[in-house]
């Protein structure tokens, strides 16, 4: 009969870069970055991406639903992540069903995909990482897609770059590569969730508007004028990679931080150093890097990293429960809650959000 539907639901949490990726080596659409990158995953029960795909030969086109809204799959990276995940399809067979599909049926059927996020989309909280990310493992799996997490990871990047490097979890390395079809740019794990998991992520949402220039628009402006990111590309970051690798490693979070601040840093001044410049912390985000300084530095050793990505979000990695707890305080301390807001504060296990 032709009345079925096959579907598969996946869940993937966004990363976060504590070195970061900033800019493409060209402008093709492969998104081939001019350094090496490393991220956290986070936990998948807080944000994350759940996606529901499913196929039908009563579909009549690909459709896509973001958060309830239908949105358009006509954009050239949706279509490259379809068509690469298509590409590597294989026979599907669901005898309890009486399904069969070969490999060649699948560039004739249609898909439908319902994507949702747990957090607020396009506010510099990565929410297109988990996103293609998401939607490249699901369809790897509803596809019997023989490929394993590495070279989903190099479809997944031509989605979003940063995507990447959400199909591991723990710690993961978005190696460069160097070939010009984009083969060997893809993500490789460093270290396992369990590897290192006495630090906390605090995530304090400063605003959950959407940002002003796309990471799209902002690196091809970067790349096109700024003289410092050559430098940070060819002398620093190659540097901070094997440091970062090493206080991974050996779980030490002194270096951790100290590489994980700097790179945060010199990624905004980077954004500063842009013709027109970019800004993407506002005064909240510069309060929260004073007080996290002035503590690490009134103490015998650091005990919160900070990191900002596109937009003026903080993400503060705290040693361990401890010092998330102290954290936590410090920031009702500076920022206080009025009555009005209290409802919109989330304040859990390992997060502190206020809208
Ligand atoms: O993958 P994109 O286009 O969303 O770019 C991500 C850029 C940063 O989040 C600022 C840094 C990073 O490495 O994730």
């Given at each position: ?273 842009t013709s027109p410049p970019i800004f993407y912390m506002n005064d909240t985000s510069h309060r929260i890097i004073s007080i ?64």
């Open positions: 009969s032709q009345n079925w539907v096959l579907m598969v639901t996946a869940q993937t949490p966004t990363n976060i870069a504590v070195i970061k990726y900033w800019g493409k080596r060209d402008d093709s659409t492969l998104i081939l970055p001019v350094n090496d990158s490393i991220s956290v995953t986070l936990d998948p029960n807080h944000l994350c991406t759940t996606n529901t795909v499913a196929v039908s030969p009563i579909f009549q086109q690909d459709r896509m639903w973001l958060n309830a809204n239908e949105i358009s799959l006509s954009g050239g990276r949706f279509q490259s992540c379809l068509r690469e995940i298509r590409s590597h399809a294989c026979d599907v067979e669901d005898k309890k069903k009486g399904i069969k599909i070969t490999k060649e049926d699948w560039s004739k059927l249609y898909l439908h995909i319902a994507s949702y996020n747990n957090f607020p989309t396009a506010a510099g909280l990565a929410s297109s990482a988990a996103g293609f990310a998401c939607l490249v493992y699901a369809l790897g799996k509803l596809m019997n897609v023989k490929e394993d997490e590495s070279q989903l990871s190099a479809i997944a990047r031509q989605g979003s770059g940063s995507a990447c490097r959400s199909l591991y979890g723990g710690f993961v390395k978005w190696v460069m590569g160097k070939e010009e079809n984009g083969s060997d740019s893809l993500a490789v794990q460093l270290a396992d969730e369990k590897h290192w998991d006495d630090l906390v992520i605090v995530i304090a949402v400063v605003s959950s508007r959407q940002k002003e220039t796309s990471s799209t628009s902002g690196m091809r402006e970067t790349v096109e004028t700024s003289l410092l990111l050559q430098h940070r590309a060819k002398e620093v970051v190659p540097k901070r990679i094997l440091q970062m690798e090493q206080a991974i490693r050996n779980r030490d979070f002194p270096s951790f931080s100290r590489l994980t601040c700097a790179d945060s840093n010199q990624f905004h001044a980077v954004c500063l150093d996290v300084e002035k503590w690490n530095r009134s103490e015998e050793a650091p005990q919160v990293a900070y990191t900002f990505d596109a937009g003026p979000n903080a993400v503060l990695i705290a040693r361990d429960r401890k010092a998330a707890a102290l954290l936590i305080q410090r920031l009702l301390y500076y920022f206080p809650p009025s009555s009005d807001d209290l409802n919109s504060y989330i304040i859990g296990d390992n997060s502190i959000a206020k809208d």
